[in-house]
Structures are given as C-alpha cells and as structure tokens.
C-alpha cells in the first residue's frame, strides 16, 4: 500500500526558513519521481520541485535558489528545504510520486499525501 504523510508545516515571518519531511512507505523512493506541489484557494495546484529515481531535479522558476528538494533513500523519506520564505509561498504542500519520469506537471503523479499547511506572514 503506497502512502505519503507530510510534515514539517508552519507558520514563519518572510524570510525565515521551514523543511518539509514526507515519509514514504509501500515502495522505494529510489524507484520513483517524487515532487513537490502547492495550492492555494481558487488557484489549481502547482508543481514546485521535483527530483527522479537517480537525484535529478527540476524547480519552479519562483523558488529557484530558495528551495531545495532532496530525498534520503535509506530512510525512504524526500525532503523540501525552504529557505527565504515569501508570503506568496503560502499554501497548502503536497508531496506526491510517479511511475512516471519527474516532471512539475501534477497530473503525471499517481500518489498523494493529504498536505502540509504553509503559511508566510510579512
């Protein structure tokens, strides 16, 4: 059984820095995409960072050199580092895996996690 649980969410002033966990069990990250998504009321849901089986990663160009996706495949968890929080980051994050190559299209993603509530104040 394939499940995703995040954790790591919060509330933090603009600037400041939060890491996202999401634990992963019934397979192995090292076998699949694994990808970072946010939504926000009224808006669909955005890709933020993905990283495939072998490390490769790929960011939003809103989030380039703030956040950083990583993963621990002994510990079968991914990771998103954020780092000089805006209050436009503020939303809903979701981890999510693929069978599919990584991409920052959430349509590809076939399992979710139910989210992590974000929120940045200025």
């Known amino acids: 059984q394939v499940q995703l649980v995040e954790s790591g969410g919060g509330s933090v002033q603009a600037g400041g820095s939060l890491t996202l966990s999401c634990a992963a069990s019934?397979?192995?990250?090292?076998?699949?995409?694994m990808g970072w998504f946010r939504q926000t009321p009224g808006k669909e849901r955005e890709g933020v960072a993905a990283i495939g089986g072998g490390g490769t990663t790929t960011y939003a160009d809103s989030v380039k050199g703030r956040f950083t996706i990583s993963k621990d495949n002994a510990k079968n968890t991914l990771y998103l580092q954020m780092n000089s929080l805006k209050p436009e980051d503020t939303a809903m994050y979701y981890c999510?895996?693929?069978?599919?190559?990584?991409?920052?299209?959430?349509?590809?993603?076939?399992?979710w996690g139910q989210g992590t509530q974000v929120t940045v104040s200025s």
């Open positions: 019934g397979f192995r990250l090292s076998s699949y995409s």
């Open positions: 999510a895996a693929s069978n599919f190559y990584y991409d920052l299209r959430p349509d590809i993603y076939k399992h």
